[in-house]
């Protein structure tokens, strides 16, 4: 609570309401799991508020990358990005690697160019540059590294569920680091027989535990429910090999389940039967 300030967090609650509602309305007017996921995380890739697309982080040799993924529960389809400097919109990216490509995962200035082929929008680094977080990179560079992640789970009026995660990743990696956010299973995962899974934290841990899969897998094999395998993830498996974050869920019933074992995690939902909620803190 002590490194955000009454008015960031307002701002912050703000966008979060923004983007949730914009989602929400999409869902709403018969409108699919997989495009109200991207509509509703291209907000939070606009802002300079969370750390994705506008305002993700800086690595260590001062430039901006970004990682995404979306996973489509109906049929297990899948697309990522790693390592993109120059799309506006890495959620945008993913999606087109998951329909207009026979492949899953592309990186660095390959995932660049066949954004260019698909004429996404592509802008020059310096639009992701803020002012907070090249002051994040100058406290980070002799420190732990800070992390941070957006992400959005629906289902939507046919019962059919999509994940999706975008990232800037860690302020001042090194050596081409990647997180869990663009890989399936780790930090995303749908499938329309269990749940959709985002996940933020320490994504070298969540690697190891395969997060995301790992909620769907309790689901399907131990028939646990969407929250007890939620807690079951984060509260006890990560925490034994010591990882911290949390995840958002929603499962084929649309129980919702937003768990993390920090401080606080930037959260939101809002469901047809009259859920709604803003978040920061436990």
Not at 2 to 21: H, V
Not at 113 to 140: C, G, H, P, V, W
Not at 229 to 255: F, P, T, Y
Request: net charge negative.
């Amino acid at each position: 609570r002590g490194d955000l300030s009454s008015e960031k967090e307002k701002l912050i609650r703000d966008k979060l309401d923004e983007a949730i509602s914009h989602g929400y309305e999409i869902l709403k007017s018969s409108g699919n799991s997989t495009e109200a996921i991207i509509e509703t995380i291209k907000i939070l890739e606009n802002s300079p508020l969370f750390n994705a697309g506008k305002g993700a982080v800086f690595t260590n040799n001062g430039t901006i990358e970004h990682d995404a993924s979306i996973m489509n529960g109906e049929n297990l389809n899948a697309g990522a990005s790693t390592g993109t400097m120059h799309v506006k919109n890495p959620i945008d990216l993913a999606y087109s690697i998951m329909t207009k490509s026979s492949h899953v995962f592309l990186s660095g200035s390959g995932a660049d160019d066949f954004a260019k082929s698909q004429n996404l929008e592509m802008i020059e680094q310096e639009y992701f540059y803020t002012d907070f977080r090249f002051n994040q990179l100058e406290k980070q560079k002799n420190s732990v590294s800070k992390f941070g992640t957006v992400g959005c789970v629906a289902i939507d009026i046919n019962g059919n569920l999509a994940a999706g995660t975008s990232t800037g990743g860690m302020t001042n990696k090194k050596w081409g680091r990647i997180g869990d956010s663009p890989m399936i299973g780790a930090g995303n995962y749908a499938n329309n027989k269990t749940c959709a899974v985002s996940c933020t934290g320490s994504g070298e841990f969540f690697i190891r535990a395969v997060v995301a899969y790992d909620v769907s897998c309790l689901m399907e094999h131990k028939n646990m429910s969407l929250k007890d395998a939620s807690n079951e993830v984060i509260h006890n498996r990560i925490l034994k090999i010591k990882g911290d974050g949390g995840l958002i869920a929603v499962d084929s019933k649309g129980n919702i389940a937003m768990p993390f074992n920090t401080e606080g995690m930037y959260r939101a939902c809002k469901s047809s039967n009259g859920k709604e909620e803003i978040s920061i803190y436990r």
